[in-house]
């Protein structure tokens, strides 16, 4: 079986944020049922520079997809000509075993990353929300704009980033594409002063979300931070609001938003109120009135990569799209 090459351009083309909105919540939503095998991934730290990451997982019962991504994240790559996500994802076809496709992970990960982010705005942010605040400047800022703006009617947008030229640069691209005012703030309590859904796209190691900030019935997205050491929001704006995860195991193992503010006793273990697949599914209750914070921690999961893997392979087959090459994998009846 011939293997699908897939780039940047026909992620692109396969993929549009609403649909990939719709197919993470079947994603997620599967996982909850006990319908996917989603490992812990393995991350190996690349001193002074960032860190490599396996994350392999099986989607369906009986197995649908079977796959892996494979990437490095290096935040100095932030507002340079490189993403600070680069990889593949490895698409199997189950029956046999072939691969199927090779996949620009970072496309993929910017698509799939803010879709769950729209995901959860969809379902825990209130209907009338729209004043949106990005604190962060690169290519989730970008995808996070248009992942709100699938699930909600945007009034205003604020933008933070710690360098304001990137700022400036991301403004100006979501000017073209947002029907509201884009503003770009000097300081990040500014942006956030009055925003009823955030986003935290940032590479920041310490707190850039304070809780004096933020005003009642905000919903949060956290997604720039995914290692334990590592969070984007202070310790008392975690114990205020209401905290759902992609996943409880992986939150508990890595997502220093959670585990930092736990270790300083702000927060108990039971501080989680669950997976946002369950909130979909409708076994646990999301916003249950319109004061209350939300927040959503984001670490990305394998089983949303392997998803999509699957589904960018089908729809290119269908549409005779990429470039197919064959990598052997067939016997040649010589053993």
């Not at 649908?64 to 000509?81: C, E, Q, R, S, Y």
């Amino acid at each position: 079986m011939p293997t699908r090459l897939l780039d940047g351009a026909a992620v692109d083309a396969l993929l549009p944020m609403a649909r990939c909105i719709d197919l993470m919540e079947h994603t997620l939503t599967s996982l909850c049922r006990g319908e996917a095998v989603q490992p812990l991934r393995t991350i190996l730290r690349v001193p002074g520079k960032g860190a490599f990451g396996v994350m392999p997982a099986l989607v369906g019962t009986p197995a649908t997809a079977i796959g892996v991504k494979v990437l490095t994240v290096f935040p100095g790559n932030h507002g340079t000509d490189l993403d600070s996500h680069q990889g593949v994802i490895l698409a199997f076809e189950p029956e046999r075993g072939s691969l199927t496709g090779i996949i620009d992970a970072s496309r993929v990960t910017a698509i799939r990353t803010a879709a769950v982010s729209g995901l959860a705005t969809r379902l825990l942010a209130r209907e009338d929300a729209g004043d949106l605040c990005i604190l962060g400047s690169g290519v989730q800022a970008r995808s996070h704009l248009e992942a709100i703006l699938a699930v909600r009617s945007v009034r205003r947008v604020r933008l933070w980033s710690p360098t304001p030229a990137h700022a400036l640069a991301c403004a100006a691209w979501a000017e073209s594409r947002c029907p509201c005012p884009v503003e770009v703030c000097s300081e990040p309590e500014t942006a956030v002063r009055g925003a009823d859904i955030i986003c935290t796209v940032t590479a920041a190691h310490e707190p850039v979300l304070r809780e004096e900030w933020v005003d009642p019935g905000a919903h949060i997205n956290a997604v720039g931070a995914s290692l334990p050491d590592s969070r984007e929001l202070s310790s008392t704006l975690v114990a205020r609001g209401r905290l759902f995860v992609d996943r409880v195991e992986s939150a508990r193992q890595e997502a220093g938003d959670f585990l930092i503010p736990l270790a300083e006793g702000v927060i108990a273990e039971d501080h989680i109120v669950g997976e946002i697949g369950a909130v979909a599914l409708g076994q646990i209750p999301g916003r249950r009135v319109a004061e209350e914070i939300t927040i959503f921690k984001s670490l990305g999961l394998a089983v949303e990569d392997v998803a999509v893997g699957e589904y960018l392979v089908r729809e290119a087959e269908r549409l005779g799209l990429g470039t197919l090459v064959d990598l052997g994998g067939r016997r040649d009846g010589s053993s």
